[in-house]
C-alpha cells in the first residue's frame, strides 16, 4: 500500500540527507520524494510516498519525527487530500501524428510547451492515475524522454500542517545561518 | 563584548556545561584547541591511547554519574576511530558529546590530509550532529548539543570543527534558554492513557514489570520499587535495566531474555498485562516477538514515541519521562497484592533454581569467579563488562543491586567496551571500586589503555575470564553449529607480563582456592590490577533462549538443547 506523509523540515544543510539515511536504514522504500520551500521562512515542506504494509506509516512518521530538523509530520494518507503530480514527456511526433497527439493532448487537458520537428514536450498536472493513462497513450508514439516530479499534497478544508512554535532570535538566527559556509574568502589553513 | 579565539570558545562553552573531564586524543586540526587547554585549567584532559578508547570512556563517565560524557578527537582517523564509540553510547541511550576537528573550511570536500566526512558518517549513529562553520556559532551549537544529548531519550551528539573555525576570533555569545521547532520531549503521560493503564493494571490477574534502562537513565528506581509494592506486581529486568530494583526485593525476578531466568521468561509469557517501562521491547530480552506473549495486554512507557508499536503493538502506549508517569500511574492505581501470581513464579524459581547457580565441583568457573567479586565488592562497586559470555554471567552472578552499578554494553554488544569504560567510571566516581570483567578476547582490543589509567592514577581491577576461547562463539559452535569450532580458540599473551609491562600488578589464578586471597589482593594494591582467571575453557552460559526462539522455549541445560 502506498501512503503519503508531508514533513515540514528545517532548511539546513544536510537534512535531505539526513531523511534519506533514516529511509534507507530502516527500510522504507520511497515512491517519490519532492522538496520545496514553503510559506515560512527557513521551512521546507518534504512530501515522501512509501510503500509498504499497514502500519509502516506509522513507523515511518515517528522515525522522521524524531529527527530534530523535522518540525512536524503529518500522514496524509489518513486524510482527506488533494494529491498531484507534474510530468514532462518528450514524445515522438512525426508531422503525419502530430494532430493524434495534440487530439490526446487536449482530452487529458494536457499542454505541449515544446515543438520540434520531430518531438513534441507534453506538460500535465494530475493525479498518478492519470499521468499514468496519458504516458500509456503516448507510448505507442514513442517516448524519448520524461520527468515526473513526484506526488506534491495538501489536505483538503481548512486544516493546515503549519509551525506553530517561535523560536527565540538567537535561535532563528542560528537555525538560518549555522552549517553554512560564509561568505568570502576564508584563510587557506593546512593540517 | 570581547572577542575570543574559537578554541576558547569551545573551552568556554564546556566550562559552562559543567564538563570537568574530556577524554581525548590531539592531532593536526585539534591544535588550536589543545593549545588553548592549559588557560582552562578546570577541564581535565585525559590523554588516551586510542580514540575508541577516549569514546567508550566517555560512555562509561556518564553511566556512572548520569553526567554528559565528552570525547575530543581529530579529523580522518582520529575521527573514525570514535565512530564503534559513538554507536555504542547512542544505542543504549547514554548522553555523551562527541567533538572532532576537521580540515580547514576551505579544504572540506577537497580530500586533503587526514579529511574525512565525518558529520556523513555519524549521521546515522547520532541523535543529532554539527558541522560548526563559524566561531561565532560555537557557544551556541554546544549549548543546544548538550540540550539535546541529555533531555528526551539521551543520546549521542556529535560536532565537528574544522580547524580555521578553532582560530577564527568571536564574541561569546551564550543562549539564555535553548529553542527547537522540531525537538519537544515530552514528560508527563497523557492522562486518558494513563487511567486507561491503571484500569488494565487494577484488573489484572498476573501481571508483570519489565523495568529497562530508562529507569536507571530517568533516575526512577524509588518510584519503581513504589509502584511495583503498591500494585503487587513481580518485576522482571532486561539487562541494562539490572540495578533498577535490588535482586533481594520480595517483587523482584531478576533478568528476562536469552540469558535471562526460566522463571522471568515464562513469567513474562504468561503474564496477562505487561507493564513494560522504560525498555525498548529488544529481540535478546523478548526473543521471537510474535511469540513473546500474544494474548497479554502490553503497557508500554518510553520516551521516545517511535518505540511503540516497533518491536511489540502496545494497548496502551504512553509516551513519556517513566519517573514523571510512575508518579502518575501510582496515583492513578488500586493498591492490591497478588499472592497466587507471585506464589506461582516462586514455586517455579524453586524448581528451577539449579540452572542459575554457581556449578557445583573443583573447577574454576567463571561463574564461581563472578560471585565472589560480588560478594567481596559490594553494592557500591562499579562493574563494567565486555560482550559475551562473561557479560551474561556478570548479569546472573553479580547481584547488581543500585542503579549505575553495572556498566555494559547492551545494544551494540562491543567487545573491548569493558576496559576503557571501567577507566571512565573510574574517573567519574573516584569514590568508588571499579572492577572491569573482561573476556580474553575483549581485553586484548582496548588494553592499551592502562597506559592511560597508569598516567591518571585510575586503580581500576580488570579480572580477565581467560578460557582461550572466544566462548559465546564457541557456545553457538558448539550447541547451533555441530561442534564445528572454527575461528574460536585464541592464543593469549602471558597476561601477567602485560601487568608487568605497564608497571602494574599482576595475578594469575588457576584455583577456586586462591579466588578469595587474589580479590583481596587486587584491591588491596593501589592501582591497576590485572587479574588472570584460568577458567574452565568449554562452559556453557544457561539457561538460553536459542536465537529466534520464544521466550516460552527457554533450554536450561545442554541435555535439551537443539542440534
Known sequence: MKHTVAALVEDRPGVLNRVASLFRRRGFNIDSLAVGTTDEPGISRM??????????????????????????????????????????????????????ILDLVEVFRAQVVDVSPTTL?????????????????????????MVRTGRIALARGARAAGVHDHESPEAKRFHSESGRRPEGDLPFVTE | ?????????????????????????????????????????????????????AGHAADGYARASGRLGVALATSGPGATNLVTAITNAHMDSVPTLFITG?????????????????????????????????????????????????????????????????????????????????????????HAAVERAAAAIDAAQRPIIFAGHGIILAEAAEELRAFAEKTGIPVLNTLLGLGSIPPDHALAYGMMGMHGSYWANHAASSADVIVALGMRMDDRALGRFA????????????????????????????VGDVKVVLHQLIDAVAKRSRVEWVRWIDDLRA?????????????????????????????????????GQHQMWAAQF?????????????????????????????????????????GDGGFQMTFQEIATMVDERLPVKMAIMNNGFLGMVRQWQELFYANNYVAVAMSQPDFLKIAEAYGICGIRVTARSQVDDAIREAAAYPGPVILDFRVEAEGNVWPMVPAGAALHETIEAPEHALH
Open chain 2, 351 to 387: 524448581g528451577h533454581r539449579a540452572s542459575m547457580s554457581v556449578p557445583p565441583g573443583r573447577e574454576l568457573t567463571t561463574q564461581f569467579v563472578l560471585s565472589k567479586i560480588a560478594a567481596f565488592a559490594g553494592r557500591e562497586a562499579v562493574i563494567t563488562t565486555g560482550v
Open chain 2, 1 to 53: 563584548m570581547t572577542k575570543m579565539m574559537g578554541a576558547d570558545i569551545v573551552l568556554e562553552s564546556l566550562e559552562r556545561l559543567g564538563v570537568d573531564t574530556v577524554f581525548g586524543y590531539p592531532g593536526g586540526v585539534v591544535l588550536p584547541l589543545y593549545d588553548r587547554f592549559p588557560a582552562h585549567p578546570q577541564i581535565r584532559h585525559i590523554l588516551v591511547r586510542h580514540e575508541q578508547g
Open chain 2, 102 to 190: 576537521n580540515v580547514g573550511r576551505n579544504l572540506l570536500g577537497k580530500d586533503g590530509f587526514q579529511e574525512a566526512d565525518i558529520t556523513g558518517i555519524t549521521m546515522p549513529i547520532v541523535k543529532h550532529n554539527y558541522l560548526v562553520m563559524r566561531a561565532a556559532d560555537l557557544a551556541y551549537t554546544f549549548a543546544e548539543a548538550a540540550y539535546i544529548a541529555t533531555t528526551g531519550r539521551k543520546g549521542a551528539v556529535h560536532i565537528d570543527i574544522p580547524k580555521d573555525v578553532f582560530l577564527e576570533q568571536a564574541e561569546f555569545a551564550w543562549p539564555e534558554r535553548i529553542s527547537l521547532r522540531g525537538y519537544h520531549p515530552v514528560t508527563e503521560g497523557d
Open chain 2, 291 to 318: 511469540d513473546m506473549n500474544p494474548t497479554a495486554q502490553v503497557i508500554h512507557v518510553d520516551i521516545d514515541p517511535a518505540e511503540h508499536d516497533k518491536n511489540i503493538v502496545a494497548t496502551v502506549p504512553i
Open chain 1, 47 to 100: 512530501t515522501i510516498v512509501v510503500d509498504g504494509p499497514a502500519g509502516i506509516a506509522q513507523q515511518v512518521e515517528r522515525q522522521l519525527d524524531k529527527l530534530i530538523d523535522v518540525v512536524t509530520v503529518e500522514d496524509l494518507t489518513q486524510l482527506e487530500a488533494v494529491g498531484r503530480e507534474l510530468a514532462l514527456i518528450k514524445v515522438a511526433a512525426r508531422p503525419d501524428q502530430r494532430r493524434e
Open chain 1, 121 to 145: 514536450i507534453v506538460q500535465l498536472t494530475a493525479a498518478e492515475d492519470t499521468l499514468d493513462a496519458l504516458l500509456e497513450n503516448l507510448r505507442p508514439y514513442g517516448v524519448r524522454e
Open chain 2, 398 to 438: 553479580m547481584n547488581i543491586s543500585r542503579p549505575r552499578q553495572l556498566i555494559t554494553s547492551g545494544g551494540l554488544g562491543t567487545m573491548g567496551f569493558e576496559v576503557p569504560a571501567a577507566m571512565g567510571a573510574a574517573v567519574a566516581c573516584p569514590d568508588r571500586a571499579v572492577w572491569t570483567i573482561c
